[in-house]
């Protein structure tokens, strides 16, 4: 996902399209083995579990992309990655959403989510509201569309659903209307509202900045609204590490109580990154190691399943 400053205090993200055995001696079934997580020695005897997939300090290794890898390049993907990007609707600038229909697979690869539903850009906004529905209405018919779509994917009540915030810096009244209706929508369901949304300062006045999840923040707060999960989006260098799976503890993001942190896009941002550049492939992009053709976006999440969507 990338960040460009439009003006005053209004910035725009766009995404980028950025294991079995036998056991003859026993007709009885063995017990299930996590593929995620492998035992050393027995617990009887100074047993040693190797650590889960994916956990680094500070946090749980992740990624997401627009476009579903293939389901072999998932399988390597997980000896790597704990949790996925998963979406409910067509991503940013697609006309499909390949990912839908994939969890059962993914959950049987020992994947855990993080889920994703497309917002509204505010020129949809702002068009919709000239064709006589409001940004709270807009945002209620996206919630239940995401809803339905994550109850058709078979993810279990309390999942967090993140509303990808496209566009940031201070929101302007539509917008924050149109977000905040879609989030308390979802909370007043049996799933919990999350939002991707930019932790990259921008200009607010006279020596003054402001990020989007801070925005958010105040809002929620004045206006006694349901808490919102947040996914950062912050792949300035620093805080954010570059194209690498040493990630840094979600606390060096520069957002506090964070579900998950976007360290790393593809492409770079080359006015941001200068300092991290050497991470990056030659053409600008964050490639997942082991897998040269598969450019993503590199997250940190503070479980293996940030959204709970086992």
């Not at 932790?199 to 809002?219: E, F, L, S, Y």
């Not at 919102?228 to 040493?246: E, H, K, L, M």
Request: aromatic residues 8%.
């Amino acid at each position: 996902m990338r960040l460009a400053v439009l003006g005053f205090g209004l910035a725009t993200l766009a995404v980028c399209g950025c294991s079995h055995g036998s056991n003859t001696a026993n007709t009885a079934n063995p017990p299930a083995v996590n593929p995620r997580q492998s035992v050393q020695a027995s617990p009887a005897s100074d047993a040693r579990v190797d650590p889960p997939i994916g956990a680094v300090a500070g946090g749980y290794l992740g990624f997401d992309r627009n476009d579903y890898p293939g389901d072999d390049t998932m399988a390597g993907l997980s000896k790597t990655f704990a949790f996925t990007g998963y979406w409910l609707t067509n991503p940013p600038g697609e006309n499909a959403n390949s990912w839908q229909g994939k969890r059962t697979l993914l959950k049987q690869q020992g994947w855990g989510f993080l889920v994703l539903a497309n917002g509204r850009l505010d020129a949809e906004i702002l068009r919709s509201q000239k064709q006589g529905t409001s940004p709270a209405d807009l945002a209620r018919t996206d919630a239940s569309t995401a809803m339905t779509a994550a109850r058709a994917e078979g993810f279990p009540a309390r999942t967090i659903l993140f509303l990808d915030q496209e566009e940031g810096g201070l929101l302007l009244e539509e917008q924050s209307a149109y977000l905040l209706a879609w989030t308390e929508a979802v909370a007043a369901s049996d799933y919990r509202p999350g939002v991707y949304a930019s932790g990259q300062p921008v200009p607010n006045g006279p020596g003054q900045t402001i990020t989007t999840i801070k925005d958010i923040r105040a809002h929620v707060k004045t206006k006694h609204l349901h808490e919102i999960a947040i996914f950062d989006a912050q792949d300035s260098c620093p805080p954010a590490p570059g194209c690498t799976v040493q990630a840094k503890p979600l606390s060096s993001s520069g957002e506090p109580d964070l579900t998950a942190w976007q360290y790393a896009q593809s492409p770079r941002r080359p006015e941001i990154t200068r300092a991290c550049a050497k991470t990056y492939a030659a053409d600008g992009n964050c490639y997942a190691p082991g897998f040269p053709s598969t450019f993503l976006d590199m997250d940190l999440g503070s479980t293996s399943d940030p959204s709970h969507g086992r």
